[in-house]
């Protein structure tokens, strides 16, 4: 029941601090699909070839993407491929992203797209009148902790009523 808990707890703050958008490469057109997102730095940003050979390039050559990425560590490869790839990039700073395929465009060319990655929102002041993500997640870890803590309370108060005193 704890560790139930702990995991539902540790999805949440991980769906709050970090989302997921998703950019459809190719199937119908030869082009990104939405072209151009808004995420938060820190989200992750993932490609979906559904038909044709393409890759993902950024504009600066910060990545190069399709079976992997060029130099992931993992032997990926971002040579463009018209097998159904999906890869996942982070975006961890601010700042606009332009990228394209290299078959089909070129930076701001074609098939080319945007990413927009906005600063992180300020955090919440800790006396905001509205309860905040963080404040259920203190109330749920005080009742976690609760839950958890009663049935060994009652445990170590039993077992302290046999010892002897002094
Ligand atoms: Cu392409």
Redesign the pocket.
């Known amino acids: 029941m704890c560790v139930l808990a702990f995991t539902l707890m540790l999805f949440c703050v991980g769906n709050a601090q970090a989302k997921v958008a998703y950019v459809i490469v ?1 199937g119908q057109s ?1 082009s990104f699909s939405p072209p151009t997102i808004d995420i938060d730095a820190g989200d992750t940003v993932t490609f979906l070839n559904l038909g ?4 993902v390039v950024a504009d600066d050559g910060a990545f190069r993407c399709a079976r992997g990425c060029d130099n992931d560590g993992h032997g990926g490869s971002g040579a ?1 491929s018209s097998q159904l790839w999906l890869v996942s990039i982070n975006f961890p700073n601010a700042g606009a992203v332009g990228y394209f ?1 290299e ?3 070129a930076p701001g060319v074609g ?1 080319s797209g945007t990413i927009n990655v906005l600063g992180a929102p300020p955090s919440p002041p800790l006396a905001s009148a509205v309860p905040t993500a963080g404040t259920w997640f203190l109330a749920l870890l005080g009742a976690a902790f609760i839950a958890c803590a009663a049935p060994w309370l009652r445990r170590a108060r039993s077992r302290g009523k046999n010892c002897p005193r002094d």
């Open positions: 190719g030869l044709g050979l393409h890759n463009a395929c078959v089909h465009g098939m």
